[in-house]
């Protein structure tokens, strides 16, 4: 069974820089894609970005795209989002994902493995 836990999220100034943690056991994770979702109250859960297995291929939202930066380190077993120029808009539980598909998925009923989120909160 694949597990994820996040890390990294707190309380930030509109402008600062955050960046998320996403560790990963159960499964090498060179097999899976990996994703980023948040979720902000009342809100539907929001493809943030994606990761394919190696890294050649990344996709991201149209809202943080040039701010955020998905990484992953298939060794270490660790996914990474490193988020830039924060804003209040990018408040949410931030969760990682895994699909064992192997393609890039931007829809959350795509992914079979989820996180428990960590909340990242930008004041303003």
């Known amino acids: 069974q694949v597990q994820l836990v996040e890390s990294g999220g707190g309380l930030v100034q509109a402008g600062d820089s955050l960046r998320l943690s996403c560790a990963v056991s159960g499964r090498t994770l060179s097999l899976l894609t990996m994703g980023w979702f948040r979720q902000a109250p009342g809100k539907l859960r929001e493809f943030v970005a994606a990761?394919?297995?190696?890294?050649?291929?990344?996709r991201y939202a149209d809202s943080v795209k040039g701010r955020f930066t998905i990484s992953r380190d298939n060794v270490k077993n660790m996914m990474y989002l490193q988020m830039n120029s924060l804003n209040p808009e990018d408040t949410a539980v931030y969760l990682c994902?895994?699909?064992?598909?192997?393609?890039?998925?931007?829809?959350?009923?795509?992914?079979?493995?989820w996180g428990q989120g960590t909340q990242v909160t930008v004041s303003s």
């Open positions: 990761i394919s297995r190696y890294s050649d291929i990344t």
């Open positions: 994902a895994a699909d064992s598909d192997g393609r890039i998925r931007y829809r959350a009923h795509d992914y079979d493995y």
